[in-house]
């Protein structure tokens, strides 16, 4: 139960072509994340965002829930958002 209140830090960034936002697993900390975003993005905008949850169903859940606050917009909240498999895809297509 105790793991469940952990804060664990969560990378969201967009394909600045398309707008398509990807949430990859960060890590623990908030500098593990950080790091993990700038090795792997390889010059791409991120944020790094805290949720108590390492669940990436979950995750995707409440980051389109703020989504939906934020904008009012049904559509825009329930916008797919990519992971870690198809940001690699993404990056191999982009260096190529």
């Given at each position: ?29 908030e500098q593990e994340c950080r790091e993990k975003g700038l090795e792997m993005l ?55």
């Open positions: 139960m105790q793991e469940s209140r952990r804060k664990y830090y969560w990378l969201i960034t967009r394909d600045p072509e398309t707008g398509k936002p990807f949430l990859i697993a960060g890590g623990n900390t390889g010059g791409l905008d991120f944020e790094i965002r805290g949720l108590y949850t390492r669940n990436l169903a979950r995750a995707s859940s409440m980051v389109r829930g703020e989504r939906l606050e934020d904008t009012h917009s049904l559509k825009t909240a329930s916008e797919r958002i990519g992971h870690e498999r198809s940001l690699n895809r993404y990056m191999k297509r982009r260096t190529a």
